[in-house]
Structure formats: C-alpha cells, structure tokens
C-alpha cells in the first residue's frame, strides 16, 4: 500500500540557509500535518492543511512557511536556519473528515551546521 | 508534550509483560493513541481507543482507558526484543482536523 512520501530524507544546511521539505500524502489523504521532533524530544506539531487550507496552526516559527499545493502535496519551507532547527520532521496524512488515522511518513532529517 | 506525562523508561525481560502509563489532561478527547517509535524511524500508530471504552485488546496489546483519572495504559503482554523502541500515547486537539499532542515518550528495554 502507498504510503506518505518525504524528500529529501537527509539535509544539511549551514545557519542562515534555506531549506524546503517535501511531504506527498497518501492518495486521496486531504489533510496533511507537520511535526517536529528534536533530539529526544516528543513530536510537537507545526502545521496541517486540509484541502489546501490552513487547518490548524502550532509552535511554527514566523521563520518557516508551508502550504498544501492542488495535488495535495505540501512543502514546507524554512528560512534563516538556526542550530535549533536541527531535528526529524514528520509529514503525516490523513483521509477525508471522519477517519482516525494519521499516517506519518519516515521524516526528514535536517541537520544545521 | 506538556499536557501528557509519560515515564521515561521502562526495562523488562524477554517474555516478561509491559505495561507504558500515560496521564493527559483533555477529558472531552474522544479517542486516544499509542504510536511506537523505532531507533531512526519514522511514527507507527500500534492501536487506538474510543473514550467510551474501557479496554481494547489486540493480539499482545491490550489498552486500558480510566477516563476518571485521565489515565491510559499500553499492556505489551510476552514482550520481544523486537518491542524495544519509544512508546508516544497521544490526543488528539483542535476541533475537526486532530493535531496530535504527544507524551514524552517511554524508552522500552527488552532484555534478555
């Protein structure tokens, strides 16, 4: 079964750079959610959208932006990196209003040097 | 997650019983979750429970749910060394779209 797609799965960027993440949710999935979780931290979310709206919004930096493109996929992109933002970022999905689950994808790891 | 608590580990033996606590905070969750967390990987959802249930049993996992004292358990009955990993509960929040709000997480142990 398809499952949700991230890219890059590693990034490393120096302070001050830009990086932007890739999240494709799973076929006719409408709301995506992104976490972060730092170093033996607990996930803690940012953002989600759903039909391409801003659902919901979390502990996202004013530095950070994302958006959910007409084919569902979402980016998130994050400017003037800082040490902090080292972390896992998880894209999750999930189905139609009404369904339980969110499944998350296998993260991507950025690493700021 | 500051409003879910979790103890932070948890070392059994092989063959041995787990049992992860949680405590959260929102009684008008509706529904509550266990996600298991291998070294590098990503989020697997292991099992969920409806608040108006008091137990759910799945093969080797049972939950139990005390809506009274907000408190959940994971059961991890003949525990693996493939069972080793982090243990997240989480609610869900924020109305129709259910961000989900994790525990600290419980570092599990299996030894031999």
């Known amino acids: 079964a398809a499952g949700v797609i991230q890219s890059p799965r590693h990034l490393i960027k120096e302070k001050r750079e830009t990086a932007t993440l890739k999240c494709y949710p799973i076929p006719r999935h409408d709301t995506v959610y992104w976490y972060q979780q730092g170093p033996g931290q607990d996930p803690q979310f940012l953002i989600s959208?759903?039909?391409?709206?801003?659902?919901d919004k979390g502990s996202i930096p004013d530095r950070f932006s994302a958006q959910q493109f007409s084919d569902y996929h979402s980016e998130l992109n994050m400017s003037s990196l800082e040490l902090g933002d080292s972390a896992l970022y998880f894209c999750a999905s999930s189905a139609p209003r009404g369904e339980l689950e969110q499944f998350f994808g296998p993260g991507t790891r950025l690493t700021v040097l | 997650g500051e409003d879910v608590e979790q103890s932070l580990f948890l070392s059994v033996r092989e063959g041995d019983s787990s049992v992860i606590n949680c405590t959260y905070t929102?009684?008008?969750?509706?529904?509550l979750y266990w996600y298991k967390q291998e070294p590098g990987a990503g989020l697997q959802l292991l099992t969920y429970?409806?608040?108006?249930?008091d137990m759910k049993q799945d093969q080797r996992l049972t939950v139990l749910l005390n809506k009274k004292d907000k408190h959940l358990s994971l059961r991890i009955a003949d525990t693996q060394t493939g069972d080793s990993a982090i243990y997240f509960c989480a609610e869900p929040k924020g109305g129709g779209y259910n961000k989900l709000i994790f525990g600290a997480g419980t570092r599990l142990a299996v030894h031999p």
């Open positions: 429970i409806f608040s108006n249930m």
């Open positions: 929102d009684s008008s969750s509706t529904y």
């Open positions: 959208f759903y039909e391409k709206m801003q659902s």
